[in-house]
């Protein structure tokens, strides 16, 4: 890695460190300061946005270290998001369980339900595997409408009671803003140091050939179910996220299209990456937004009855060719066009 002259790193902590100088440390301070400054200059409807986009980074983590660093496919993570919702809401509503304490237990809850789900990844891959976890992301919604709906609330749903500090009611977007964006960067720090650690290391192992990790003495049975359990319980924290930022849940918030455009999100962003994830939520969710402005200026050109099917249609469209284009232009996504930002201002204005 290219380092700024004079930069020589003396210690193997030095060396290993995530934030390594002091110019680095000076811009991560002003740049939490800024990031926590952002309620004060932003419009109540932008906040809403910027929440969504947290709650998205966390759940994003979670694929990203199933899919981005194990190599194993999910295309269920909708589902284990909502599991994390509704255990979350459940508690509260039916069991009375301080929110403080009901999320926790949902994330751990959800991160088991992950390990179950996770099972057949110790025979299967690929396709098969990812037929696995897509049959999850059909049996949980349905088992939340069809099981006990009478405490579910089935397809109706449920309502979310805000959490409280001290007396202090979380419900508007400033409070929820620095609820969600402190869990993402303590996520985010969290996924970096895990990329760091031996875990980490195996988790890539496993994705660049499980052989021979294996016979270098990983227990991949053991990495991959952690694997699993890293990335529902994230997802389970952002169900938890999710459930209060919206005040109500309900099934059709999980459904398989969120679940697919987290794996768009993964190639846009940069599978492995962490500063990925956080491209690949801003742009996709980002994106999102300006199609729902602009598909009803785009239908406007045309009748009634196809400006309706242009509208309904527009986003998935666009949201494809974004992703086939990242997958033909630059398969390794944000991330990677970063970091040849970085190496060419680091170089300039030397060409090599």
């Not at 039916?94 to 403080?100: D, K, R, S, T």
């Not at 099981?147 to 009671?161: H, I």
Request: with cysteine.
């Amino acid at each position: 890695m290219w380092r700024p002259s004079g930069a020589i790193d003396d210690t193997y902590k030095k060396d290993m460190a995530i934030v390594r100088t002091k110019t680095h440390w000076s811009w991560l301070v002003v740049g939490l300061i800024l990031l926590y400054l952002v309620p004060f200059f932003v419009s109540a409807v932008a906040l809403n946005t910027v929440n969504y986009i947290a709650i998205t980074i966390i759940a994003l983590h979670g694929v990203n270290i199933l899919t981005g660093m194990t190599g194993l496919i999910t295309l269920g993570h909708a589902s284990f998001i909502a599991v994390g919702a509704y255990l979350m809401t459940l508690m509260v509503v039916h069991l009375n369980i301080n929110f403080w304490l009901a999320a926790p237990i949902a994330v751990l809850l959800t991160g088991l339900v992950g390990v179950i789900v996770g099972l057949p990844s110790l025979r299967i891959k690929g396709f098969y595997l990812a037929m696995a976890t897509l049959a999850a992301q059909f049996i949980i919604p349905w088992l939340i409408v069809n099981v006990r709906s009478d405490l579910t609330g089935g397809t109706d749903g449920l309502n979310v009671p805000p959490p409280s500090i001290g007396g202090f009611l979380l419900t508007s977007q400033t409070s929820l803003f620095y609820l969600c964006m402190t869990m993402a960067v303590l996520v985010t720090f969290f996924t970096a140091n895990l990329k760091r650690s031996r875990f980490g290391r195996a988790f890539i192992s496993i994705r660049d050939n499980d052989l021979a990790a294996e016979i270098m003495g990983i227990a991949i049975v053991r990495y991959k179910l952690l694997s699993f359990f890293l990335c529902s319980a994230y997802a389970g924290l952002a169900g938890v996220l999710y459930a209060v930022w919206m005040r109500g849940i309900s099934p059709e918030h999980f459904d398989l299209t969120e679940s697919v455009w987290y794996l768009g999100m993964l190639i846009v962003g940069g599978m492995g990456s962490g500063i990925g994830v956080v491209f690949g939520a801003i742009i996709i969710r980002g994106l999102n937004i300006v199609v729902l402005y602009v598909a009803p200026l785009v239908g406007g050109f045309f009748s009634a009855a196809t400006a309706t099917a242009i509208e309904l249609g527009f986003g998935p469209l666009v949201f494809g060719l974004v992703v086939m284009g990242f997958l033909i232009y630059e398969p390794r996504g944000l991330a990677m066009i970063w970091e040849r930002f970085k190496a060419f201002y680091r170089l300039w204005p030397f060409s090599y």
